[in-house]
């Protein structure tokens, strides 16, 4: 059976490359092209991105992933599709991603069942009445939530941004995954230019997340499935404003999902560009269940120099316990192209007050599964070859 999975998933690997290849002849690369796509028009983005980390937690091993990306858009009269195509190498057990599970959001997006790394189908939709910044009006089918709210010029992508999650979404949002949804918004609405809203509708369940006792990750087939006894709807509106100085945003989302770490919350978040370098402020608070993420404070700096960018950013995470638990985590980057189309990005993350399973075999609090709170660091470098 798992010969069997490997085999369909290099076969659909290698269909995506020929794919691409057929098409690179008369094809826009993504990279290359800065303005907006004409009807008849397509384009063709791909990104290899490899992460490499270690911590000074000696029961750790050093961590070297990577996951390729290809996404495919054409454009037609009024309206268009996008697709995206993903793979990611698997995660060992005793990692550093697995150890600190929000460390690095670029790990472990496309698992199959058994846990493993694989290829996947992770966005395929239409979209229609785009404007001049580029922005669609209206979505409608499998896409990554967590791009439709929330967001933020400069701390919103794994790939080129922080790589701790943390520092990518408001934690106290619990965001399905890729997920068949729908969003409409107007960044102008009733003719103010400033003044917008945003409205989204979604699955709980995504494409990996779990619908079964056995904690196992959905097939396509369970996307179209309603009737699954735990399934709800996640749904959120936001409004939005929006000057040359900064962008801000206020929302409120809820899930019915049985997979939800809480049913309704609320969150904003403002962008502020100046001369000193763009400044990124977030806050959320969610109706939590036990041991769930309550309170979240985050900030955000990033700045050109030396021809690169460096970022820092700094969360505050509290949880719903006995114990009012508050885990703070610090990220700093720096991210350089050094050839064209390919970047380095040496990093270092800071954690306090994160709880962790003890994973020395060897030791009594592995046997009785015991929780320690620690301190860590995490060194690590990541590569993006962009095409």
């Not at 290809?70 to 697995?98: C, I, M, P, R």
């Not at 896409?143 to 408001?170: C, G, M, P, W």
């Not at 192209?337 to 994160?354: C, H, K, T």
Request: glycine share 8%; hydrophobic share 35%.
């Amino acid at each position: 059976m798992t010969v069997n999975f490997i085999n369909k998933s290099a076969r659909f690997t290698y269909t995506c490359v020929l794919l691409t290849c057929l098409l690179q002849a008369s094809t826009v690369w993504a990279s290359d092209k800065d303005e907006l796509l004409k009807p008849g028009e397509h384009a063709v983005g791909a990104v290899l991105t490899t992460t490499y980390q270690v911590d000074n937690q000696p029961l750790d091993d050093t961590e070297f992933l990577y996951s390729l990306d290809l996404d495919l858009t054409l454009q037609f009269n009024g309206w268009g599709a996008y697709g995206w195509v993903e793979y990611a190498k698997s995660t060992g057990a005793n990692s550093v991603s697995n150890r600190f599970e929000n460390t690095n959001a670029d790990a472990g997006t496309a698992v199959h069942n058994q846990g493993g790394g694989r290829a996947q189908l992770s966005e395929f939709y239409l979209y229609g009445n785009t404007d001049r910044e580029g922005n669609h009006g209206w979505k409608l089918g499998l896409t990554e939530v967590t791009t439709l709210v929330d967001t933020s010029a400069l701390a919103n992508d794994e790939v080129s941004q922080f790589l701790s999650l943390e520092l990518i979404n408001n934690m106290t949002i619990s965001f399905p995954d890729y997920a068949l949804a729908a969003m409409v918004q107007d960044m102008s609405w009733n003719g103010y230019e400033d003044f917008g809203y945003r409205l989204v509708v979604s699955s709980s369940h995504g494409v990996q997340n779990s619908t079964n006792e056995n904690d196992q990750t959905q097939s396509y087939p369970d996307l179209f499935d309603v009737s699954a006894h735990d399934k709800g709807v996640f749904g959120a509106g936001e409004l939005l404003f929006t000057t040359k100085a900064y962008e801000a945003n206020v929302g409120y989302w809820n899930n019915s999902g049985s997979n939800a770490s809480a049913n309704w919350g609320l969150y904003s978040g403002v962008d502020y560009f100046a001369d000193v370098g763009s400044f990124n402020l977030r806050y959320g608070w969610a109706s939590a269940d036990d041991g769930e993420a309550e309170q979240f404070y985050s900030i955000a700096y990033e700045r050109d120099i030396a021809g690169g960018t460096l970022a820092g950013g700094l969360t505050l995470t509290r949880f719903n316990q006995a114990d009012d638990s508050l885990v703070r985590h610090f990220e700093v980057y720096y991210r350089k192209e050094l050839l064209n189309n390919v970047y380095i990005s040496p990093m270092v993350q800071w954690a306090s007050g994160m709880k962790l399973g003890d994973l020395d075999v060897n030791s009594d609090a592995d046997e009785s599964n015991d929780l320690v709170e620690t301190n860590y660091w995490l060194f690590g470098l990541r590569l993006e070859f962009w095409l």
